[in-house]
């Protein structure tokens, strides 16, 4: 596989992970006449069993404007698709116990967030990847990483002048960063935990599919220590998200306890959904864990940088997670494109630094931690306004106010 990046003249990206960042970060590097190569771990996300364990994983995610700029600068055509695909979301929609519904509006002006398929992004790509490659080692001062090829068992070689671990949460790339540089890394798990829920379409007067719940809106069941969330999908579904402490979840150890339990706290959602529907999904679908990491730099010298979730994971209560690794693709492209780098090669010997490239990474580190930590706090906050504050009568006069 591995071309010897010396028989080109351009210089080769080496990207780790096709998610929605490595993707968008693949599509900026090859505009700018870049070499890509891609290493995802997992199958091709067109076959039908990797789209069932995506379905694991939050199907849909809300995406900003921050995350529309971001694919826009680097590929207006993507952007295009995806808002094409796109619900808007103007507000949230506040669900009581006692089946009471209120929007509150995001702001005056009616701006909206968006729900889309975590699997839009990925598209157009695909076929310029290399699946079921899983990154094991990456000598950085030698330019090189070994991947294993999960169908063979055997393990390649692969050079880059460039790596970007774009790799998610539990970045291999960066604990391989880790051994070779001073990188500051905290890791910490969330009291709370996440499970996923499908409401099925609905059916109209004339037997067509609709939505159980007003479609442009990210619908919240808020119940003080714990909440549940539903955002629109193009098929009329919606994915429901249960978050709760872990220790609220232990309590519900039998299907039947979590079907009372649910039936209880959320009687309008449990009436949608279903109990055979619910029952199915409590027993079938895993209660993930929730983290949240900063890393301090992002970058080694010229040849390394890691991107999206692989350099900060954030809880996902602001929707800003994806976002802000969309924007990080984004700002490293507009660093590229001042710094003058071209994808011209500027040696073949893996000892000499390029002081321009290894001036922007290091540029980037300085000049986006503060943001992404900023955005970390916001995030965390957040989560207290979206299962408490969102219910108390001072928050809906004052958000009524603010939006007059
Ligand atoms: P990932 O999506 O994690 O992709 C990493 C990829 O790397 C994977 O495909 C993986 O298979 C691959 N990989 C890993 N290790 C290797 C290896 N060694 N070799 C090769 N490949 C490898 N964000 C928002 O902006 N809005 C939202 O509404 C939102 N909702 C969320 C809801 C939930 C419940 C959660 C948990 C998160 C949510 N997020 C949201 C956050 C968002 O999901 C992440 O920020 C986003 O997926 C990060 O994208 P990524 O490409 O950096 O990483």
Redesign the pocket.
């Known amino acids: 596989m591995s071309a010897d990046p010396s028989s080109s003249t351009s210089r080769t990206v080496a990207v ?8 968008l970060a693949a599509m900026a590097f090859a505009k700018r006449g870049w070499r890509v190569e891609i ?4 199958a091709d996300l067109r076959l039908p069993e990797s789209r069932a364990n995506l379905a694991l ?2 199907i ?5 404007h921050r ?1 529309i700029v971001a694919l826009q600068a680097v590929n207006s055509a993507a952007a295009d698709r995806f808002l094409a695909d796109a619900i808007p979301m103007h507000g949230r929609m506040v669900h009581t116990t006692a089946g009471k519904e209120e929007t509150i509006y995001y702001d005056r002006d009616h701006q909206h967030i968006n729900s889309i398929d ?1 699997a839009v992004l990925n598209q157009g790509l695909l076929d310029e990847l290399f699946f079921r ?4 080692n990456i000598d950085f001062d030698g330019k090189k990483m070994t ?1 294993r090829d999960l169908e063979t068992g055997r393990d390649v070689e692969a050079h880059f002048d460039l790596c970007i671990g ?8 960066r604990r391989q960063m880790m051994r070779v540089m001073r990188m500051d890394f905290q890791q910490t798990y969330m009291k709370d935990e ?1 499970m ?1 829920l499908r409401m099925p379409s609905g059916v109209g007067a004339s037997g067509e599919s609709t939505f159980l719940l007003h479609p442009n809106r990210l619908h919240i069941w808020p119940r003080h220590s714990f909440m549940l969330i539903a ?1 629109p999908n193009k098929d009329k579904t919606f994915t429901c ?1 249960l978050f709760a402490p872990s220790t609220e979840f232990d309590k519900l150890d039998t299907v039947d306890k979590f079907l009372s339990w649910f039936e209880h706290h959320f009687p309008d959602a449990h009436r949608h959904i279903g109990a055979d529907a619910l029952a199915k999904d409590y027993s079938r679908n895993p209660r ?1 864990p ?1 983290i949240c990491t900063t890393s301090n730099p992002y970058h080694y010298k010229d040849r390394a940088i890691i ?4 350099a900060h ?2 809880v ?1 209560f602001y ?7 969309l924007e990080d693709v984004r700002v490293l492209s507009a660093l590229l494109q001042a710094e003058g780098i071209t994808s011209d090669k500027t040696s073949e010997d893996p000892t000499i630094v390029d002081p321009r490239l290894a001036h922007a990474l290091a540029y980037y580190s300085e000049h986006r931690h503060e943001d992404l930590v900023a955005i970390c706090d916001l995030a965390q906050n957040n989560y207290v306004e979206m299962r408490h504050d969102v219910t108390s009568p001072m928050f809906l006069f004052k958000k009524a106010v603010d939006n007059v």
Do not use: F, W
């Not at 849909?60 to 900003?64: D, F, T, Y």
């Not at 991107?307 to 692989?310: I, R």
């Open positions: 780790i992970g096709a998610g929605p960042v490595g993707c290493y995802e771990g997992r994983r939050s849909n995610l809300a995406i900003s995350g975590r490659h899983k990154v094991q991947a774009a790799d998610g949460s539990y970045s291999v790339v996440y996923e955002l998200t993930c929730l991107l999206g979730d692989a994971a954030m996902p929707g800003q997670g994806l976002n802000c690794g």
